[in-house]
């Protein structure tokens, strides 16, 4: 046998090893492929047959329209400290939405006052009258946010005010 003849058969069996390599390769993907693909059939039978599911149909709708609930903010003007979050704990519980307490612009007001987004001052009248506050404390505000239906800013004169004995409570 000579050196050429040597190569040629050396070039026949790693082209033979090749194909065996590449054939069983192709042969590991198609199982891996296989395995995967029964999974997701699987997984899918089981989310589909669940009988602890839950499934939305039309009868489960709200067929009444959701009640509006009012928004406020409720402002430090007097700079004491966590005098907000207690009224805002008992607008809360009046059935109002408090969606933000924090300190006022500055803590110099002398009075407590309730500011009303809209031009209709009657719309606060409830409000008002949770508060046990006078008509002259309503004042309209073109600068309240769109977030808050009404701004209440807790004055000076807040022990002075006949619901704050409730309010410390």
């Known amino acids: 046998m000579t050196i050429k003849d040597k190569i040629t058969k050396n070039q026949k069996e790693d082209t033979i090893y090749t194909d065996i390599q590449k054939w069983l390769l192709n042969i590991v993907i198609l199982c891996f492929a296989v395995v ?10 089981r989310i589909v047959n669940n009988p ?8 489960n709708y709200i067929s009444e329209p ?11 003007g ?3 400290s966590g005098l907000a979050g207690n009224f805002a704990k008992y607008i809360r519980e009046s059935g109002y939405d408090v ?3 924090g300190n006022a612009d500055n803590k110099d007001y002398d009075s407590t006052q309730i500011f009303v987004k809209s031009t209709n001052i009657k719309s606060s009248d409830p409000l008002r009258k949770i508060l046990k506050m006078e008509k002259i404390r309503v004042k309209v505000s073109n600068d309240l946010s769109n977030h808050f239906d009404f ?19």
Do not use: A, H, P, Q
Request: glycine letters at 8%.
């Open 99 to 101: 969606l933000y307490i």
């Open 66 to 76: 959701i009640e509006y609930i009012e928004v406020v903010e409720v402002l430090n």
């Open 78 to 80: 007097c700079g004491i």
């Open 52 to 59: 602890d599911k839950i499934g939305l149909n039309r009868e």
């Open 151 to 169: 701004r209440i800013i807790i004055g000076k004169d807040y022990e002075k005010l006949d619901i704050y004995n409730e309010i410390k409570k």
């Open 36 to 45: 995967i693909i029964g999974f997701m059939f699987s997984s899918r039978s």
